[in-house]
C-alpha cells in the first residue's frame, strides 16, 4: 500500500491518513511530491485525476481525497474503529469531520499549516469566529481515553486526525485556547506519531513561498 503525499511542513490533509495510518501501525510506503507549482498537474495527475494528495493506493484500490481514504483504512484495516462504537457519538465525529472537511476557510487562508512557523500572527474576525467554533467543538467532545490522554469521542480516532492540522496551526502561530480545548491541543501536539511527523517536516528543507505566511 503506497500513500502519496506532498511536504510534510504544509500539507495539512497529507497529515489526515497518515496519522490514522502510522498512528494505527498499519503498513504503508510514503510517495513524496512537491507542492511547488512547477509541473505540478502532469506530477500529481500520474495519481488522480484531481492533481491532488493525499492518494491511498493499495493494489487496484485508488482512493484520492482525504476523508474518503480515512474511511476506506477504517473498513479495511481498522475493523471501523476510526469512527466511535456508539451511534451518536459516530455521527457527531462524522458530522464535525464534514464540517472540518468544508469549513473554515478563513483559518486556512490566513494561517496556512507550516511546522517550521512559530510567529504570533493578526487574524480578522472570520478567522477568529472559525477559532471560537473550534474551541467550542474541543470543549464539547474531547474526552479521556483509556490511557487518560484527551481524544475526541475519547478514542483516537479519524476526528483527532480531521483536527490535528488545526492544533498544528494554533501551535505555529501562538493562539492559545481555554478549559479542555487548550489540554486537548497539547495533549495532540505531543502524540507519538504526530512528532513524528514535525521531527520528519523539519528535515525537509525545501520551502514553498505561497504557504509562507
Request: aromatic residues 8%; negative net charge.
Amino acid at each position: 500500500m503506497q500513500l502519496v503525499i506532498g511536504n510534510k511542513n504544509y500539507s495539512s490533509w497529507s497529515l489526515r491518513p497518515w496519522l490514522l495510518l502510522h498512528a494505527n501501525n498499519v503498513s504503508f510506503d510514503e510517495v513524496h511530491e512537491s507542492l511547488t507549482q512547477h509541473q505540478i498537474r502532469e506530477r500529481l495527475g500520474k495519481y488522480s485525476e484531481t492533481c491532488r494528495v493525499p492518494v491511498l493506493i493499495d493494489g487496484d484500490i485508488n482512493v484520492h481525497d482525504s476523508l474518503a481514504i480515512c474511511e476506506y483504512v477504517s473498513e479495511a484495516y481498522l475493523q471501523g474503529k476510526g469512527w466511535p462504537t456508539d451511534t451518536k457519538a459516530r455521527a457527531q465525529a462524522r458530522a464535525i469531520c464534514a464540517e472540518m472537511h468544508a469549513g473554515f476557510n478563513a483559518l486556512r487562508g490566513e494561517m496556512p499549516m507550516n511546522c517550521r512557523m512559530s510567529k504570533p500572527l493578526n487574524i480578522s474576525d472570520a478567522a477568529k469566529a472559525d477559532i471560537a467554533r473550534i474551541e467550542s467543538i474541543f470543549n464539547q467532545f474531547a474526552k479521556p481515553d483509556a490511557n487518560g490522554d484527551l481524544r475526541l469521542f475519547g478514542a483516537f480516532g479519524i476526528a483527532d486526525c480531521f483536527f490535528m492540522p488545526v492544533a498544528s496551526r494554533l501551535n505555529s502561530y501562538q493562539i492559545t485556547l481555554s478549559g479542555t480545548a487548550g489540554e486537548y491541543i497539547q495533549a495532540m501536539l505531543n502524540h507519538p506519531s504526530y512528532l513524528t511527523w514535525v521531527e520528519e517536516s523539519l528535515a525537509d528543507t525545501e520551502i514553498v513561498p505561497e504557504d509562507e505566511v
